[in-house]
């Protein structure tokens, strides 16, 4: 039998407001009924509409193709990444539904999600990865994906078409460290990101090999990347380094700027930050991120959410920096990935990013 069951209904979920997943039709690859029973009841809570389960890849497959009446489509799919076995990756699963059904969101579950599994669901696009034993937290995931699809900026009423963000950071790297998840979650939710590096970091190395990597990790990431020649370690916030930031500025025409903060230990990364606030006064918002070189006296008032997915392309566009992963202290995945888990405290979510809000001249949403 390759069909578990279809579950209607929304059974209301605890909450005032509209709930999340309100008149949506959920596909469920589960290979365990008693499992796909929980993750239907959480995702009802939630509001679904319907939760139709099967239990085989094939009938996953053609019901995506095909769905029930009166479903005429599928909001979201959610896939047990244990039905793989060793002769069916998730890798290929993925690509199959990405190539069948473009654009409907798939959530993967697993018993145990390693940052292996979740570097495979990123190549897979896949919106998101959850244990199998979190019913809530997958039904929360789905969510997410159905309401980043609903309205990909993430921003109700904006009247736009695609939001435009400019991070920027004094060497290679910093973007990375300080908003690699973020830059992440948001290209791949239809924002439109660059990067602008205002140095090729000589002292870090050979300027060739890092302007390589800084390509390599924007491209990870899902972000253009603009490069200036600014000498690394004697940057001023003069006329020279506002100008270099304008011209980005002209180019992109960003809703939103991200930079480093100016509690900040390195002379470079301040002298960015204050160019960036001059060259941006005319910018909707402006935040800055937190680089291993913040003091204490970083104050974030904003957490952005991080999937594990988002956090998996942060670690991959950190390691495309070949040649700083010896060298440097802060570049170790158990920091990043604590930093970041230690964040996410104020977002109710495993991992987030902080932002230091340093004006908003609108409601658009960083
Ligand atoms: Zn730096």
């Known amino acids: 039998m390759s069909e578990i069951f279809e579950s209607a209904g929304a059974i209301g979920h605890g909450s005032a407001g509209p709930a999340p997943l309100a008149g949506t039709h959920i596909l469920l690859g589960e290979r365990d009924r008693e499992t796909a029973a929980r993750f239907a009841t959480a995702l009802r809570e939630l509001g679904a509409s319907s939760v139709h389960a099967v239990d085989s890849l094939d009938a996953f497959i053609s019901a995506g193709t095909a769905p029930p009446s ?49 570097v495979t669901a990123l190549r897979g696009r896949a919106a998101d990865l959850v244990a199998r ?54 290209a791949h939710s239809g924002w439109d990101v660059t990067v602008l590096t205002m140095s090729g970091g000589g002292n870090g190395g050979d300027p060739a090999q890092r302007r390589k990597e800084a390509h390599r990790a924007a491209e990870l990431l899902g972000a253009r990347l603009l490069m200036e020649d600014l000498p690394d370690g004697s940057m001023a916030d003069d006329r020279t380094t506002v100008e270099a930031v304008e011209r980005a500025v002209a180019e992109v025409a960003p809703d939103v700027v991200v930079v480093h903060s100016e509690s900040d230990t390195h002379q470079d990364h301040r002298a960015v930050h204050r160019a960036t606030l001059v060259a941006c006064r005319k910018v909707a918002r402006l935040a800055c991120y937190q680089s291993p070189s913040a003091t204490v006296a970083y104050r974030p008032n904003r957490f952005i959410e991080l999937s594990e997915v988002d956090m998996a392309a942060k670690l991959a566009a950190i390691d495309a920096h070949h040649s700083q992963a010896a060298s440097r202290w802060y570049l170790e995945e158990d920091l990043l990935r604590s930093t970041a888990r230690y964040w996410g405290r104020f977002s109710q979510t495993r991992y987030a990013e902080p932002l230091e809000l340093v004006h908003e001249r609108n409601a658009v949403l960083v």
């Open 70 to 118: 009166p479903v005429r489509f599928w909001d979201a799919a959610v896939w047990d990444s244990g039905f793989g076995g060793p002769d069916l990756s998730l890798g290929r699963v993925l690509e199959v539904w990405r190539a069948r059904h473009p654009g409907i969101p798939m959530v993967v579950t697993d018993d145990a999600p390693s940052a292996r599994l979740a």
């Open 133 to 186: 034993s979190d019913p809530e937290g997958l039904a929360v995931a789905v969510a997410r994906a159905v309401a980043e699809r609903a309205d990909p900026l993430g921003v109700e009423g904006s009247g736009q078409n695609s939001l435009r963000m400019l991070v920027v950071g004094a060497h290679p790297d910093d973007v990375e460290i300080g908003l690699g998840g973020t830059i992440h979650r948001r």
